[in-house]
């Protein structure tokens, strides 16, 4: 064997090895209890466990997902994809990602699919395929209750603050080009907002349901919203791996078995306290 082969020979016989590790991994993870040799040396198809689907989540967005005191990943997001998930008959488990690189563990094969408030765009249509929209969003603009600011456009030579990779990202970036020195990119919307507390930006940009629950829920924070019409309308969706048609048929079904019974509306009142027909319904929880 020359020296290219020989690295061939090495490079396929230790990817055969991690393939072999990976494969005995999942079935570990199937059946904890289950002693690792055990797991690899049962051949039988017979005993094939049913299989979790791991769902990746940035839990820093309250109420679609957030963390609770026991550590628990809780929210909207949680609560719908439960649903849909009891109704298509899989089980899921929810694991928190970070925001940057959420996508890539589509690819990678970390998550079999996301639930984020990830918001369907035409760019993210490219590299992923998304289940029928389950919610309807917008950018709105938190500022300081003293503020001026009353239109997105007063932010064209303000410091604004963003979760980098957002939608709330593309709009500012597109109001004050993509180098502006002006935008301040974080790794979470709560901590955009903290520095908006701190006077390090001058606003905040992101989508309306979480700005007007830490708005809500942070009264000494003394911030108001500001909506504009210049903000075009989102949907969420929950994206899978670019054609992984059979998991996006599964969720679109439960997805639209949870609308037809009923079970969508209540988790909607759950969280925003009013039926989700009523346009902008998140938005007028913050006036209450
Ligand atoms: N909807 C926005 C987007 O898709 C923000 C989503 C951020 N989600 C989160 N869990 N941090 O870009």
């Known amino acids: 064997m020359n020296t290219i ?7 396929t016989s230790a ?43 940035d839990a820093a967005y309250a109420p679609f997902e957030s963390q609770n005191e026991k550590g628990e990943i809780v929210g909207f997001d949680i609560d719908v994809v439960s649903a849909i998930a009891k109704k298509a008959g899989i089980e899921v488990k929810f694991v928190n990602t970070p925001w940057e690189g959420i996508f890539k563990t589509l690819d990678q094969g970390d998550r079999d699919f996301l639930v984020s408030a990830v918001t369907i765009t035409d760019e993210r249509k490219q590299s992923m395929d998304f289940s029928n929209p389950y919610f309807d969003a917008q950018q709105l603009i938190a500022v300081k209750a003293t503020s001026k600011i009353s239109k997105f456009d007063d932010l064209k030579k303000l410091k604004v603050g963003v979760q980098t990779g957002t939608t709330g990202d593309e709009v500012v970036s597109k109001l004050q080009g993509k180098n502006s020195t002006n935008i301040k990119r974080f790794e979470s919307t709560p901590l955009a907002l903290k520095e908006l507390e701190a006077g390090g930006v001058d ?29 075009a309308p989102e949907q969420y969706g929950l994206p899978v791996k670019k054609g992984n048609a059979d998991l996006l048929g599964k969720l679109n079904k439960g997805l639209a078995d949870i609308k037809a019974d009923g079970t969508y509306d209540q988790i909607y009142a759950k969280y925003f306290g009013a039926a989700p027909a009523a346009a902008g319904a998140p938005a007028s929880a913050a006036s209450k």
């Open 5 to 11: 082969s020989t690295r061939r020979f090495l490079q």
């Open 15 to 57: 990817l055969l090895i991690t393939g072999l590790l990976l494969s005995a991994c999942g079935k570990k993870t199937e059946a904890p209890a289950a002693p690792a040799a055990s797991a690899v040396v049962a051949s039988a198809p017979a005993a094939a466990p049913a299989k979790v689907y791991v769902v990746g989540t």
């Open 203 to 231: 606003a905040v940009v992101a989508d309306n349901g979480v700005v007007i629950n830490y708005v809500t829920n942070n009264a000494g924070s003394k911030f108001k919203t500001v909506a504009d019409k210049a903000f």
